[in-house]
């Protein structure tokens, strides 16, 4: 099983700007869809970004114009880029992979352990 960490959270003011990197102990090429998951508090978990094989990518609509993600193959990481961060951005993001076609999310998701991102107002 593939080991996922998450790095580049932190604390922003509104309005600014942060990068999440996803490095995979092993290759991401063989991964159909990578993608970023985000927890509020008392909250359940849900989708931010997604990313195929092929690069193509969808978002959420909270996030839609805001955040890019992106991945490195070569690198073996998995990049959120996020903009205009707003308060409600704030959660936890966890980064997620699968190289099963059920789709990312459910059964044989390889999970990070998640980065705190918090924005100020």
């Known amino acids: 099983q593939v080991q996922l960490v998450e790095s580049g959270g932190g604390l922003v003011q509104a309005g600014g700007s942060l990068r999440l990197s996803c490095a995979a102990s092993g290759s991401i090429f063989s991964f159909l869809a990578m993608g970023w998951y985000r927890q509020h508090p008392g909250k359940q978990r849900e989708l931010a970004a997604i990313i195929n094989s092929g690069g193509s990518a969808n978002y959420g609509d909270s996030v839609k114009g805001r955040f890019t993600i992106s991945r490195d193959n070569a690198k073996n990481t998995l990049y959120l880029e996020m903009s205009s961060l707003k308060p409600e951005d704030t959660a936890v993001y966890y980064c997620?992979?699968?190289?099963?076609?059920?789709?990312?999310?459910?059964?044989?998701?390889?999970w990070g352990q998640g980065t705190q991102v918090i924005v100020s107002s």
């Open positions: 997620a992979a699968t190289r099963l076609t059920n789709g990312l999310g459910n059964m044989g998701t390889a």
